[in-house]
């Protein structure tokens, strides 16, 4: 699977944004999908992740109560809406695809990544 993620920016810490990433084909469905980022400097850490239904999320402690996860897959796309952004969400997200079942480890598919900027 191809992916494609959009929807980075410069915000205002409090604000918001919302991220997609589309996967071509037509396996969208018999993947996991997730959301890393890495900011200068730091590893590529977990944000949220989905399994193939959208059933269940996952969320690493940070961002829990902030940001959602979510999945269209009659659209083959995944979103990640950030609400109360702070200046310490500054990272390139990427969005994944596993066809593994761990919600944090395994992803073998990429996307090129999306620059999210927030401003003090």
């Known amino acids: 699977v191809q992916l494609q993620a959009s929807g980075g920016g410069l915000v205002q810490a409090g604000g918001s944004l919302r991220l997609s990433c589309a996967a071509s084909?037509?396996?969208?469905?018999?993947?996991?999908m997730a959301w890393f980022r890495q900011a200068p400097g730091k590893e590529r850490e977990f944000i949220a992740s989905i399994n193939q239904s959208g059933s269940q999320t996952y969320y690493t402690g940070s961002v829990k109560g902030r940001f959602t996860i979510s999945r269209d897959n009659a659209k083959n796309t995944v979103f990640l809406q950030m609400n109360s952004l702070k200046p310490e969400d500054t990272a390139v997200y990427y969005c994944?695809?596993?066809?593994?079942?761990?919600?944090?480890?395994?992803?073998?598919?990429w996307g090129q990544g999306t620059l999210v900027t927030v401003s003090s």
């Open positions: 994944a695809a596993s066809t593994g079942s761990s919600f944090t480890e395994g992803y073998g598919c």
């Open positions: 084909g037509r396996t969208f469905s018999r993947y996991t």
